[in-house]
C-alpha cells in the first residue's frame, strides 16, 4: 500500500483564535500531549502567536506553520507578510488558500498559486487547500472544481519541488459546520486529487503526496477518514484549540 510510504500530517489550523498568553498555555498542554505522535504534528498559528510557538516548540515535535503568507518578497504591501519574514521567524509550514481567505478576502486560484510558489521558493511547506462549495456538490460538478484549483494552484510547481507541498482537501460546506463529509465522499475526492497529480507530474510525485482531510474533524470521525486509502492526516480548525481533542486527533493518525 502507497498510504504506508507517505508521511502522515496532522495540522492544527488555528484560524484568529488565541493571543500569545492564551497561545503559551496550549502549549503548555499540547507539548506533553503530542510527544509520542507517530505522525508529524503542526501548529498554524496567527502571526503574533508565532514568537511564542517559536519559542515553546523548540526541541519538541510540534512543528510551527503560518496561515497565509504574500507572494511578493518586499515593499508596499501594507498588513502583509512575506514568506522571508515566515522563514526567518522560524516558521516551517503555510496554509495557502483557505476557503476562509477565499471567502472573505479574495483569494483566487490564481493569487494561491503566486503564494504557493513565493513559499516553496523562500524554503517553506505549503499546504494548499481546495475544496467545493455546497452548491457545486450538489449540482455535480465536484471534480471539474477540484481538478480546476489543483491545476491553478501547482501551475508552475516542479517535481521537486511537491516534495514540500501538502494538499488539503477541505469541502467548504463541512468548515466549522460540524458537518463531515463521509469517509467514502472524502475518500473519492482525495483519490482524485492523487490522479490529478498523477496526470501533472507521474505517479511518483503523486504516490508520494501527503493528501488531508480537512472538516470538522474530530476524535469521533478520524479512525474511520484516516483509515481511507488516500487521506494521510488532516487539517483540523475547531478540535486544534483543545488539547485534549488534538492529541487525541494525533493518536489516530499514528496509528
Ligand atoms: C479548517 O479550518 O481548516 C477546518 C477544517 O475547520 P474545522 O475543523 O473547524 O471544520
Known amino acids: 500500500m502507497n498510504k504506508k510510504l507517505r508521511a502522515a500530517v496532522m ?21 506533553p ?5 507517530g505522525c508529524t504534528v503542526v501548529t498554524c498559528v496567527p502571526f503574533t502567536d508565532i514568537a511564542v510557538a517559536v519559542e515553546k516548540c523548540r526541541g519538541t515535535n510540534i512543528k510551527v506553520g503560518a496561515q497565509n503568507v504574500h507572494f511578493e518578497k518586499s515593499g508596499a504591501f501594507t498588513g ?11 516558521v516551517e509550514y503555510v496554509i495557502i488558500g483557505h476557503s476562509e481567505r477565499r471567502q472573505y478576502f479574495g483569494e483566487t486560484d490564481e493569487t494561491v498559486n503566486k503564494r504557493t510558489i513565493a513559499a516553496l521558493n523562500a524554503g517553506l511547506k505549503a499546504i494548499v487547500c481546495v475544496g467545493e462549495l455546497l452548491e457545486e456538490r450538489e449540482l455535480g460538478i465536484t471534480k471539474e472544481v477540484i481538478g480546476r484549483q489543483v491545476k491553478i494552484d501547482l501551475f508552475g510547481i516542479s517535481a521537486e519541488q511537491m516534495k514540500n ?3 488539503a482537501y ?3 460546506w463541512a468548515i466549522g459546520t460540524g458537518k463531515t463529509a463521509t469517509a467514502a ?10 490522479e490529478v497529480v498523477a496526470g501533472l507530474y ?5 504516490d508520494g503526496l501527503t493528501i488531508q482531510y480537512g472538516g470538522s474533524m474530530k476524535p469521533a470521525n478520524a479512525d ?11 487539517l483540523i480548525g475547531g478540535a486544534a484549540l483543545k488539547a485534549g481533542d488534538f492529541s487525541a486527533l494525533v493518536e489516530s493518525a499514528s496509528r
Open 11 to 31: 495540522a492544527g489550523n488555528w484560524k484568529m483564535n488565541k493571543t500569545a498568553s492564551e497561545a503559551a498555555a496550549l502549549y503548555d498542554e499540547l507539548i
Open 33 to 37: 500531549a503530542v510527544k509520542d505522535a
Open 80 to 90: 502583509e507578510i512575506s514568506a522571508d519574514m515566515l522563514v526567518e521567524a522560524g
Open 165 to 167: 507541498v501538502i494538499i
Open 170 to 172: 477541505e469541502p467548504v
Open 185 to 194: 465522499q472524502a475518500e473519492e475526492v482525495c483519490g482524485y486529487i492523487r
Open 202 to 206: 507521474g505517479s511518483a510525485v503523486a
Open 224 to 234: 474511520e477518514l484516516l483509515a481511507m486509502e488516500n487521506i494521510d492526516g488532516g
